[in-house]
């Protein structure tokens, strides 16, 4: 077998890459030029014989026919190539647009025209759904969009209306319904509604990241520091008693803004599993399970040895996003039943891999 990966230096593409070759397939990952090396997560796979990376963009047609050109015998495609933050997304929408919508049209047409035989995965997302939900309304059970999760068993899947509130959102619901266009004209394609998902190669621009990161640099410092007992929320660092020396706090937006996250290597697993499906689908991966952003904080904190983080944070108006989605909670009982796939790291094991992968080797003790 072999196949494809776009967008193979990131998270999800160095991870797929490692299960493929781990598999046996011959692996080629396609990664944009850049003057540093960003290369970092595929160390892992220097020496491996099946595996091999070019570079390309999926932004220009000429170069996606040229790869799928080369490569003609290739079974598998996994478009993982994305401007995947959000935020930027509001400042780079143009760009956003023609990497996340027409990136993924670039290669179906590759693909018809070159490897018409071949399977196409997309990744699409959580954020397609905005502020949309599905719920359950006791005792009858049926299932209706709504746009409130208060007092409601409210969720999200394959069902539910799509409603993007993001740039980002906006370009990777468009490629979604050209998957299915393509779909119907005959090409193998399928996509995956995937919820969020992390792990220690995430992105820093990534909240999840970014705290955890933070933590590494922060708890050797406040291990060391006598810090004064109140720490005025208003002031965006923290002052050592002892030295003067002040650290900057860890600065975050919204709070009370709700997610479903899961560990990144479960995820890839089941990207692989809807490409073995005898005829393509769509899927919605998930945990089914929802916590905050402030949850997520405080599980890292105290995960680090750290109780009182309240003081610690500084709430900067600057990462609120024109637009919020509040609320994801996924709904993943079509993978759990026709591929198998459950979630195998829970919410806290998940903290803890980060905040443990980005820490110094030093002895932690609980304050």
């Known amino acids: 077998m072999k196949a494809i990966i776009t967008g193979v230096t990131g998270q999800d593409g160095s991870y797929l890459a490692e299960l493929l070759v781990e598999k046996g397939y011959d692996v080629v990952g396609i990664a944009r030029r850049s003057s540093t090396d960003n290369r970092q997560r595929l160390r892992g796979l220097k020496d491996k014989p099946n595996f091999r990376v070019v570079e390309g963009d999926v932004g220009d047609p000429?170069?996606?026919?040229?790869?799928?050109?080369?490569?003609?015998?290739?079974?598998?495609?996994?478009?993982?190539?994305?401007?995947?933050?959000?935020?930027?997304?509001?400042?780079?929408?143009?760009?956003?647009?023609?990497?996340?919508?027409?990136?993924?049209?670039?290669?179906?047409?590759?693909?018809?025209?070159?490897?018409?035989?071949?399977?196409?995965?997309?990744?699409?997302?959580?954020?397609?759904?905005?502020?949309?939900?599905?719920?359950?309304?006791?005792?009858?059970?049926?299932?209706?969009?709504?746009?409130?999760?208060?007092?409601?068993?409210?969720?999200?899947?394959?069902?539910?209306?799509f409603d993007p509130q993001s740039p980002y959102a906006v370009a990777k619901r468009d490629a979604h319904d050209m998957v299915k266009i393509y779909r119907e004209r005959g090409l193998w394609a399928c996509a995956g509604i995937l919820f969020n998902h992390e792990s220690p190669r995430r992105g820093s621009e990534f909240v999840t990241r970014k705290v955890t990161q933070w933590l590494g640099k922060f708890r050797p410092w406040w291990y060391e520091a006598r810090l004064k007992e109140e720490i005025s929320a208003a002031i965006p660092y923290i002052q050592c008693e002892k030295s003067g020396e002040k650290f900057p706090k860890l600065r975050l937006g919204?709070?009370?803004?709700?997610?479903?996250?899961?560990?990144?290597?479960?995820?890839?697993?089941?990207?692989?599993?809807?490409?073995?499906?005898?005829?393509?689908?769509?899927?919605?991966?998930?945990?089914?399970?929802?916590?905050?952003?402030?949850?997520?904080?405080?599980?890292?904190?105290?995960?680090?040895?750290?109780?009182?983080?309240?003081?610690?944070?500084?709430?900067?108006?600057?990462?609120?996003?024109?637009?919020?989605?509040?609320?994801?909670?996924?709904?993943?009982?079509?993978?759990?039943?026709?591929?198998?796939?459950?979630?195998?790291?829970?919410?806290?094991?998940?903290?803890?891999?980060?905040?443990?992968?980005?820490?110094?080797?030093?002895?932690?003790?609980?304050?």
């Open 62 to 161: 000429i170069s996606m026919d040229g790869i799928i050109r080369d490569n003609p015998d290739v079974d598998e495609v996994y478009n993982l190539a994305a401007q995947s933050h959000v935020g930027t997304s509001f400042k780079q929408p143009v760009y956003t647009w023609d990497v996340n919508a027409k990136g993924p049209v670039y290669i179906m047409d590759a693909i018809t025209n070159y490897a018409p035989h071949a399977r196409f995965y997309q990744a699409s997302t959580s954020e397609l759904f905005g502020n949309n939900f599905s719920v359950v309304a006791e005792p009858f059970g049926i299932k209706v969009p709504v746009v409130s999760c208060k007092n409601v068993q409210c969720f999200q899947n394959e069902t539910t209306h």
């Open 254 to 367: 919204n709070l009370e803004a709700c997610r479903d996250w899961g560990y990144a290597p479960d995820y890839v697993q089941g990207m692989w599993a809807m490409m073995q499906q005898d005829k393509p689908r769509d899927f919605v991966l998930a945990t089914g399970e929802t916590h905050g952003v402030e949850e997520f904080v405080e599980e890292a904190f105290h995960a680090a040895g750290i109780r009182q983080w309240r003081r610690y944070i500084y709430i900067d108006p600057e990462f609120y996003r024109p637009c919020e989605v509040n609320f994801l909670h996924g709904d993943a009982s079509l993978a759990r039943k026709v591929l198998g796939w459950e979630p195998s790291v829970t919410f806290k094991e998940l903290v803890r891999i980060m905040v443990n992968a980005d820490r110094p080797n030093e002895c932690l003790s609980t304050r």
